[in-house]
């Protein structure tokens, strides 16, 4: 992580740092006013990291100064925003908020903040954040003797965090916010890369979306369970990681470890079960068939069903009736397996997530569904109504 740094911003680290959480005794504005060797330190402290920051923001930058832009005084502590200014040839003068969450004598979090970036944003993942903040922590512990500031810890355990990193593993980038403990960060997370956040537990991370790729959707917004840990986390390893996917135009995410409860990424019938791979009906939903749910199929309560099975056809964009249950109204009407449907109310539905076709083909009991089909040639096409039941 750290291999890269000038020797001299390392040798200082173990006695700046030091330096640095003695300023959370006294008011932090109090503190940067005094001209003080302890002063000369903290300034010094707070220019490597300012370094170190900027090059993680934007590497091909140079950066130039930091300054204090603001101290907010919090329960057990305080949060410290620093501005970090330089110039890039890309984009001029650009500037980064880096904050700096000092609580109980320790540096508990460095987060982004705003920034003057308009073609590149702060592009590094999170995890640089933790891998800097376990590198610093573990510089005071050092000098102190891994015994923390007397007075400043009200009980000898160490709070509990809870951590998560959100991650895209597809190729194009993804827009979300993340808001936890009060706080609400706006981030792009770029293909390949993740962020990790974590608070102390017990802490709720929420995170909203948008579920698709095409204009005018509405954001989706999740829950998120984060890692229990009692020591500083470094990497995404040490945190529940959800994945953004992509199905079609639709965006969903998936935790990868499995969390009961957790919704279907593009699915809303659906939610983990209880026992890792199994799947259940989410709230206001009901098996389709209550004899055999090893399919995992539901319905939304006071729904209906055409008696039908659709599968996508792979490659083409077009959907088959794989299957006719006998009795039901698709066998009625002179429905047959192998058929294509083409279009659901009149709406073309080629290329749609599966999902979005079963939702359309389904609807409120006793109403009914208009289906165009044909054979996969394209030949033969025709309009045929069914009652959903």
Not at 63 to 76: D, L, Q
Not at 289 to 310: A, M, R, T, Y
Request: aromatic share 8%; glycine share 12%.
């Amino acid at each position: 992580m750290v291999a890269w740094l000038p020797a001299r911003m390392t040798r200082r680290w173990s006695h700046c740092f030091a330096v640095l959480f003695s300023l959370s005794v006294v008011p932090f504005t109090v503190a940067w006013g005094q001209q003080s060797s302890d002063d000369s330190h903290a300034r010094g402290f707070i220019h490597s990291v300012g370094e170190m920051l900027f090059f993680f923001a934007w590497p091909s930058a140079k950066y130039e100064r930091v300054a204090v832009s603001n101290i907010v005084r919090t329960s057990g502590g305080y949060d410290a925003a620093l501005t970090l200014h330089g110039t890039s040839f890309l984009e001029g003068r650009l500037w980064t908020e880096l904050v700096i969450e000092v609580r109980n004598g320790k540096v508990q979090n460095l987060r982004w903040g705003r920034n003057s970036g308009t073609l590149f944003k702060p592009g590094q993942t999170m995890s640089d954040l933790g891998a800097l903040l376990g590198e610093l922590n573990r510089a005071y512990t050092g000098a102190k003797g891994g015994a923390p500031a007397r007075g400043r810890v009200s009980s000898g355990r160490r709070p509990e965090l809870a951590v998560v990193c959100v991650s895209n593993p597809t190729t194009l980038p993804i827009g979300y916010r993340l808001s936890w403990g009060g706080k609400s960060e706006v981030r792009t997370v770029d293909p390949g890369q993740a962020d990790m956040y974590w608070a102390v537990a017990p802490t709720t991370f929420s995170l909203t979306f948008d579920d698709s790729r095409a204009p005018g959707v509405t954001p989706q917004t999740l829950e998120l369970t984060g890692a229990p840990r009692i020591d500083d986390p470094a990497t995404c390893l040490d945190a529940i990681i959800y994945d953004f996917q992509i199905e079609s135009d639709a965006v969903g995410v998936a935790p990868r470890q499995w969390v009961p409860g957790f919704p279907h990424p593009f699915r809303a019938d659906m939610m983990h079960g209880g026992k890792e791979g199994t799947w259940q009906c989410a709230p206001g939903f009901r098996w389709t068939s209550p004899d055999d749910v090893s399919k995992v199929d539901c319905i939304k309560e006071g729904f209906g069903l055409v008696g039908i099975n659709v599968e996508a056809v792979a490659e083409s964009g077009l959907f088959r009736i794989a299957s006719v249950i006998p009795g039901g109204e698709a066998e009625r009407v002179g429905l047959v397996a192998g058929l294509i449907i083409y279009s659901v109310n009149g709406i073309v539905i080629e290329g749609m997530p599966l999902s979005r076709v079963m939702e359309m083909i389904r609807g409120p009991a006793g109403s009914i569904v208009r289906m165009g089909v044909g054979t996969d040639d394209g030949e033969s096409q025709r309009i045929v109504e069914v009652t959903r039941r």
